[in-house]
Every structure is written in C-alpha cells, then in structure tokens.
C-alpha cells in the first residue's frame, strides 16, 4: 500500500507548473494521497488548467487567500473530508524590497511581507483546526535567507526567519493534539516568486558549482520530502527545518579554485 492512501493533503501555493506546490502535489498524489488545493484568484487560470490537465488528480479546488480570514473559512467549509496534511507552500514580499537597503523598507512592506509570509500560517492553521484529523501534518515553505544572508533576498529572509519561528511556536501548541509542524527549507528553483529576485540565474549557477553534491535542487525532491513528512513513518519529527539543497547549508567557505 502506498503510504499516504487514504490521507487528505490541502495545498496552498499552485502558481505554476513550476511552482514548488505543483512538485509537491505531484508526489503526494504519487504515494496515493487524495488532494485539495487553495488558489490565489491572480493565478486562477493557470491553476485550472493544470488542474483540468489531470496529471494530477485533485478532489477539490478552491480561491483562496491566505491573508483573508473569510476565504479561508470559505474554503475549509467546503472539503468534505478531514484534513490530514496541511501544505503553506506561499510567499509574497513587494519586489522592490529586495533591490533596495533594507533601511530603505517601509513598515507597510515589512507587515506585507510578513502577514502573507509568516503570519498567514497562523491564520491557516487557525482556519484548518477544526477540519485537522488527529496526526496531522503541516508543512510549510522556507528558505537558508531566513537563518544567514543571502544577497537581494533581504525583506523575504526576515519574513523566513518569522516563519521559522511560528512553526516552532505552532508545534508547541499542537504537539499536544498529535499535530505536527515542520518546515522544508529548500535550496533555489526557478518559479514565479524566484524570478522576483535579481541574480536568481547566478545563484542557480553557483549551487551547480559549490553544493557538496554540485547540483541544484527540483520540486519534486521537495516532493518527496513533503511525502515522507506527510507519511506515519515520520510521526516524531516535529518543529523543525529540514533542508533540501544538496548540502549548500553546511558550506562555510565553497572550495576556491587554484
Ligand atoms: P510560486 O510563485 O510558484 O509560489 C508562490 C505562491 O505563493 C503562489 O502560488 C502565490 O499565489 C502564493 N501566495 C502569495 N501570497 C498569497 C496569498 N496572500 N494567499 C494565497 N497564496 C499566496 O513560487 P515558489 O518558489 O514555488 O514558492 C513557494 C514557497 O517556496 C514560498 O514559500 C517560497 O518562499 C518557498 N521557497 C522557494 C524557493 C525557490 O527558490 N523558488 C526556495 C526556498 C523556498
């Protein structure tokens, strides 16, 4: 038997079929897991159209914004089934903010950033709870910036490290009903919310070249650890990041040519 039949995954964060979500919906799927997905209108024909190209499966899918309470009571009104893996794959920070000095970003930019960043995990579980089946699991979405700097990443790595945080914060507090919280910290992918960043081709490049394993990183071996963190097999791994980057977290120094 495959080892998420049976189990319920919601998913937030399909933009594209190169979106980060879309590689983890692929893999859950994979392992028999019945899906639903959250949508954010701006990206709701290219959502349909992956959804109708039946690659994938998916039970129910709904718009869905993760800074809106009322959306979000909406859609977990309509799943009928409960809810067994939880997927905050979501970002937003104003594009401009990470071009800038970062005592250049206004309060309104660092509490944009922030809600739809960090905070609307708070506000998605919040929203899941009453639907969560008992031995639940949420993931969510997170980058190195948010533990060192990371050049042009700036506002994002703040919202990152805040993300980082709740997740612990969120395991405490539902660790007590068998839920648990972890993080993916996955290294660069080429999507939507990638191509915000200026130099993201150079830093793919440098990944190839400098990563112990010499190789960047693609959505579906975010997939796969998404699965394993979904799977009963992983029922005492809670409040951590788990990295998927071949390794370029460990680097202090790359090694140096000559
Ligand atoms: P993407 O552009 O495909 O996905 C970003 C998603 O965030 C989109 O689906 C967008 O609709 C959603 N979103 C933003 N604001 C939202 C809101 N208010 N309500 C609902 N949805 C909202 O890009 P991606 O790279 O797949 O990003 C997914 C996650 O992975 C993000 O958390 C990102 O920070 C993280 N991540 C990305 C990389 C990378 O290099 N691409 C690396 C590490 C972590």
Known sequence: ????????????????????????????????????LGYQQRFKSRVLQLVRGGQVPVA?????DVT?????????AELKAPVDVLVHSVAYANPSTFGKPFTEVNQEEFNEALGASAYSLVSLMRAAAPHMAP????????????????????????????LEAVIRQLASDVGPQGIRVNAISAGPVKT????QIAGFDAMLKTYEQVAPLRRSISPTDVGNLA??????????ITGQVLFVDAGYNTLAMAALAG
């Open 60 to 64: 129910y899918y709904g718009r869905c």
């Open 227 to 236: 699965a394993f963190l979904a799977a009963d097999g992983s029922r005492n």
């Open 135 to 162: 031995g639940g699991s949420v993931i969510a979405l997170s980058y190195l910036g948010g533990q060192r700097i990371v050049s042009n990443y700036k506002l994002m790595g703040v919202a990152k490290a805040a």
């Open 68 to 76: 809106s309470d009322a959306e979000l009571s909406d859609f977990f």
């Open 192 to 195: 939507l919310a990638a191509s």
């Open 1 to 36: 038997m495959s080892s998420l039949q049976n189990k319920h995954a919601v998913i937030f964060g399909v933009a594209s079929e190169q979106s980060i979500a879309w590689g983890i919906a692929q893999q859950l799927a994979a392992q028999g897991a019945r899906l639903s």
